[in-house]
């Protein structure tokens, strides 16, 4: 099976050079500073050890630029590395404004990946090259981890709460996709395959997949399905809340404070209504759906709610219905408390 014996992982994204030269560096550094101490240990013990029974030690001299000297170089040289380790961190974690959103579900013991043009995946997740993707991670089950070494990049995957990462590929290639963290007997199985493409075979890909529909349009019909628009219309206000143009805006909150209508907030709202009510609403209306809904699905419904506006490019839902005809870019949308527009893409974190 082994082939070749390997040191180092495949370097195929947008930071995986940078995370070798500064892990490198790291190795380097404090491989020579361990080395140069205990050098110097070494030598100070041969050279001024006791020679005779009765010698005695002679007085400490302080030299204060020497010891000045080894303070301030090693502190700032190693600041130095915790500010680009630092840099490198917020780079690693923070989306770019571009990247495309996909969406993946971790369950014992697979993965489950939604495009949002509608393509599913189990295992495998296909994707562009050059172009940064932003993956929102939730498990169905216990904590997993999502873990592509020739990417650099880990992220936990937790149940009830979304996670994100992002990484941009730049090399054509099939790479190892890791659960990196102990999640019961055949956590050793939970692994895949990543195939970063060329954006023509990526989009060659998408068109051959059998997709139903994009995941926005999935959630449009479970939005019916299970009766959400009965109560969520529209056209001005029901006895819920117009989910036109909510999505990335500020919502206040009954009984005080306000929250941003991110995808947390709206799976929380599906699956505990009565957590966070927006303010000028009744709690207990709507019925809770924990319990009845899976991951997947609540991911389709935020994806609609998503769609729904304001954040301009998403993907509109094909089917009719009682949906709007046209998606987003609706003004005065909203509901009691619904004044302040914050508009831009809050919730991308
Ligand atoms: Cu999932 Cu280990």
Known sequence: MMTRLRFWPDSASSVSGEVNFFFILMVVLCTSVAIAIAAFLIYCAVRYRRKHDDEMGRPVRYVYSVEIAWTVIPFFLFMGMFAWGAKLYFDIERPPDNAI??????????????????????????????????????????????YVPAFRTKQD???????????????????????????????????????????????????????????????????????????HHFEGQGRAPNLRDLYGRRV????????????????????????????????NVMPNFTGQLDEQQVLALVSYIKALGPQPGTQEPSSPGTAPKEYGHEKGIAGPGASSISGSHVGER
Not at 190 to 214: C, F, H, N, V
Not at 257 to 264: F, K, L, N, Y
Not at 268 to 274: G, V
Request: proline share 5%; net charge negative.
């Open 101 to 146: 959103t996909m969406y993946a579900t971790a369950k014992q013991w697979m993965w489950k990946v939604q495009h949002p043009e509608g393509q599913r995946e189990i295992n495998e997740l296909h994707l562009p090259v050059g172009q940064p993707v932003k993956l929102m991670l939730i498990s169905q089950d216990v904590i997993h981890s999502f």
């Open 157 to 231: 995957v937790l149940p009830g709460r979304y996670t994100t990462t992002w990484f941009e590929a730049t090399t054509p290639g099939k790479y190892h996709l890791f659960c990196a963290e102990y999640c019961g007997a055949k956590h050793s199985g939970m692994i895949g395959w990543i195939y970063a493409m060329t954006p023509r075979d990526y989009q060659k890909w998408l068109t051959e997949g059998a997709a139903e529909g994009s995941l926005a349009s999935q959630g449009e019909k479970y939005f019916h399905q299970f009766g959400c628009s009965n109560c």
């Open 252 to 283: 206040e909150i009954a009984g005080g404070g306000s929250v941003v209508a991110d995808e947390s907030y709206i799976r929380e709202s599906i699956l505990d209504p009565n957590a966070k009510v927006a303010y000028g609403f009744q709690p």
